[in-house]
């Protein structure tokens, strides 16, 4: 979950203006956004939701629960990626809006009005072909750039767990050790990762096993001994 303070630090890097307030000028910075808002290093546009943003960052570290810097640093342009893709359709439809209003008056002669929009929507499309290519192309893009990001991301939560895995069994070694001494174990100087409450709860949970398992032994041992005293079958 992102802090205060990086929500603030993205808001400021947003460069945010209030923007247009038109339909038709909505429109129109929907149609410049084509070639600027979906590259470079300005995540908002002044038409963005400053606060959908903030609630789609937190979703996404609410989802991934980055535990390193590494991490955390992915989670962010995975949002931001896809921000930007979401922003597509948007940018779509305003070119459309803007081709419409231009082309209000085109065709009139067609009686046909089912006829007449679908000639009109063929028109944007031809006028405004390389815009809308423009878009696919960067749609193509932005969905590799995350799918390359989230594979690095889940290397790195693979590997951390791993890791995590492989050091437990000696945290909770050193941790068992000062409890026997009467003394606080503290984990980070020993070079773990792990809280004193995650090595904590693995001590519980190592106890546990160990009772259970010898409940399971001394049953097993009870039943064979007390065969010899059953009477035997017929």
Known sequence: ???????TANRKNAQLSTGPTTETGKATAS????????????VLLPTDDREAFDRHV?????????????????VHS???TEWRLLRIPTLESGIYAIGRRQLAEAFSDVPDAEVRAVMIDAQIF??????????ALQESRLRRRYQ???AEFKEMQRQRTATAAAQM??????????ERREVDF?????????????????????????????KAEYAAEYHRVMANYLPQAA
């Open 1 to 7: 979950m992102p802090s205060d303070a990086q929500l």
């Open 31 to 42: 149609h410049n956004a084509v070639k600027t808002g979906l590259t470079g290093r300005t």
């Open 58 to 74: 937190a979703r996404l570290f609410a989802d991934f629960a980055p535990a390193t810097d590494a991490e955390t640093s992915l």
């Open 78 to 80: 995975l949002a931001a």
């Open 126 to 135: 031809l006028t405004y072909g390389k815009d809308l290519g423009n878009l």
């Open 148 to 150: 390359a990001d989230l």
């Open 169 to 178: 069994p000696e945290a909770v070694q050193y941790a068992e050790w000062a």
């Open 186 to 214: 503290h984990p980070a100087p020993f070079g773990f990762v792990f809280s004193t409450e995650q090595v904590r709860a693995a001590l519980d949970l190592s106890r546990a096993r160990l009772f259970l398992r010898g």
